[in-house]
Structure formats: structure tokens, C-alpha cells
């Protein structure tokens, strides 16, 4: 099973901060392969980034991803108040072990 | 547009199957080429997933759960289930259904349901 660990676990920030956010797997995904998402309460996560650097329709262009092999970053250039939630990252490249990381809270300052 | 809806027993006793229904309207499991999925989290917790079914039925699960998990679809292709057998306090999650964004389980997960809760009770 392919090990995510996300890093910080919580990242406190304020409105127009710069957010940088860590996933590190645990073997190397070969395709990229790797999502993030974001949840906030009581809904469901929602795909931001893909493949790895990849927008998912309707999400703004301050969302961005970076990354190969085992270490993968997501970019918000400017927090925003809806930004403030919960983000996972998902690899998809080891099926039929599909894995999300631990988590990163992003809140406000 | 496409929309998942998960329904199912909010209440499950320890030792029995939990049964869940995720709903597709705007769309069929069986004529795109699209994966089905189930993944599921413990209130408070993480992510995880728990198995795949394709548009021409194949299953995919997570290793960890193999051997208590069933997904399957139904023939009108506008539903597929989850059961999931001996279930525990372990697994008391918001369980949600969702999509895989392209043909195969190596696609991530673009449409979600909005999830149900699920208590096993003692």
C-alpha cells in the first residue's frame, strides 16, 4: 500500500497569504497520478487538482499543483475566506490500493 | 448533470451487513465507460476508499477490506451497492459514492454524493 503523509498537519494563514501544502508518498507513482481535493464541513470532498497539475472544471486558476515521483505540492497563491477547509491528497496510481493522505487543515489566522 | 445520492440504514448492528444504495441521475453506470466508487470516513478522520465497480460490473477493493466488501450494480444501471458484512464500531463512517473522472480506477474521483452516515451499534 502506497503511504501518504501530508504535511503541516494544520497551517494557520490569513486572507491573501500564499499556501503551501506537502504530500509525500511512500514509493514513487510512476504516472503522476495524484489528486487533491478539498473538504469542509458536513460535504463532500471536492477534486480540485489531477494528474498532477491539472485543474478540475470550475476551479480557479490561484489553485495549483506541482510535483513527480514521491513528492507533490498544492499552491493556493492567495487565501481566500472560502479557502479556508480541509485537503487531501489521493494517489490513484497503485490499483487496486487506491490511498488519500492524512490531511491538511488550512485555517485562519 | 450527473448526481450521486447514497441511501441506506443509518443504524447497523455489530456482527451484521451494512447495505448502501448510491442513486446516478444524469447519467447510466452501464453505457459510459465510466468507474464507480465507494469510499468511506470515520467522523473526525481521514480518507479511505473502499472498492470500485466498472461499467460492465468488474469489482475492484481495497485489500484491507477484502473478504467483507461487495459492490455490484443493478441491470438499469442507475444504481450500485455496497455491502459490507461483520461490520464493527470500526466502521461507523459517512460513507459516499462517487465517480471516477475517466475509464478506469486509476482516474480520481470528480463527482461525489453527498454521503450518509452510518453507526454500528453494539
Known amino acids: 500500500e502506497i503511504v501518504l503523509t501530508q504535511s503541516p498537519g494544520i497551517l494557520f494563514l490569513s486572507p491573501g497569504e500564499r499556501a503551501t501544502l506537502s504530500c509525500r508518498a511512500s514509493q514513487s507513482l510512476s504516472g503522476s497520478h495524484l489528486a487533491w481535493y478539498q473538504q469542509k464541513p458536513g460535504q463532500a470532498p471536492r477534486l480540485l487538482i489531477y494528474g498532477p497539475s491539472g485543474r478540475a472544471t470550475g476551479i480557479p486558476d490561484r489553485f495549483s499543483g506541482s510535483g513527480s515521483g514521491t513528492d507533490f505540492t498544492l499552491t493556493i497563491s492567495r487565501l481566500e475566506p472560502a479557502d479556508f477547509a480541509v485537503y487531501y491528497c489521493?494517489?490513484?496510481?497503485?490499483?487496486?490500493?487506491?490511498?488519500f493522505g492524512t490531511g491538511t487543515k488550512v485555517e485562519i489566522k | 448533470q450527473l448526481q450521486l445520492q447514497e441511501s441506506g440504514p443509518g443504524l447497523v448492528k455489530a456482527s451484521e451487513t451494512l447495505s448502501l444504495i448510491c442513486s446516478v441521475s444524469g447519467g447510466s453506470i452501464s453505457s459510459s465507460y465510466y468507474y464507480w466508487g465507494w469510499i468511506r470516513q470515520p467522523p473526525g478522520r481521514g480518507l479511505e476508499w473502499i472498492g470500485t465497480i466498472s461499467y460492465s460490473g468488474k469489482p475492484f477493493y481495497n485489500p484491507s477490506l477484502k473478504g467483507r466488501v461487495t459492490i455490484s450494480a443493478d441491470e438499469s444501471g442507475t444504481q450500485f451497492s455496497l455491502n459490507l458484512s461483520s461490520v464493527s464500531a470500526a466502521d461507523t463512517s459517512m460513507y459516499f459514492c462517487?465517480?471516477?473522472?475517466?475509464?478506469?480506477?486509476?482516474?480520481?474521483?470528480?463527482?461525489w454524493g453527498q454521503g450518509t452516515l452510518v453507526t454500528v451499534s453494539s
Open positions: 462517487a465517480r471516477h473522472g475517466g475509464f478506469g480506477v486509476r482516474n480520481p474521483f470528480d463527482v
Open positions: 489521493q494517489q490513484y496510481d497503485n490499483s487496486p490500493g487506491l490511498t
